[in-house]
């Protein structure tokens, strides 16, 4: 069974940082992507960074310049660097997979459990 937990959310000050971690668990032998995706009260779930294996990640032009998305592939994780945060930035954060090479097949459309953050201004 293979499943994504995130941590490292939380409540931060406007201008400040955070950083989010999400390991897959498995017996994993490849991700093709791994990203975040993050949803506001009242708002749709947005795409806020990815990072394909092999790629050049992407991010939302609401980011781009203040998060930094990266993968430790040896530990099947990708982390979410956010700094100069802001107050609309404050929603449920959830790490998401894609093409997930396991030894009997694939994984596709995996979602984590999502974690809260809270920027106060």
């Known amino acids: 069974q293979v499943q994504l937990v995130e941590s490292g959310g939380g409540l931060v000050q406007s201008g400040g940082s955070l950083r989010l971690s999400c390991v897959a668990s498995g017996n994993i032998f490849d991700i093709y992507v791994m990203g975040w995706y993050r949803q506001a009260p009242g708002k749709q779930r947005e795409l806020v960074a990815a990072?394909?294996?092999?790629?050049?990640?992407n991010y939302a032009d609401s980011v781009k310049g203040r998060f930094t998305i990266s993968r430790d592939n040896a530990k099947n994780t990708v982390y979410l660097q956010m700094s100069s945060l802001k107050p609309e930035d404050t929603a449920v954060y959830s790490c998401w997979a894609d093409g997930i090479q396991l030894s009997y097949g694939r994984v596709y459309d995996l979602w984590g459990q999502g974690i809260q953050v809270t920027v106060s201004s």
């Open positions: 990072s394909t294996s092999g790629g050049s990640p």
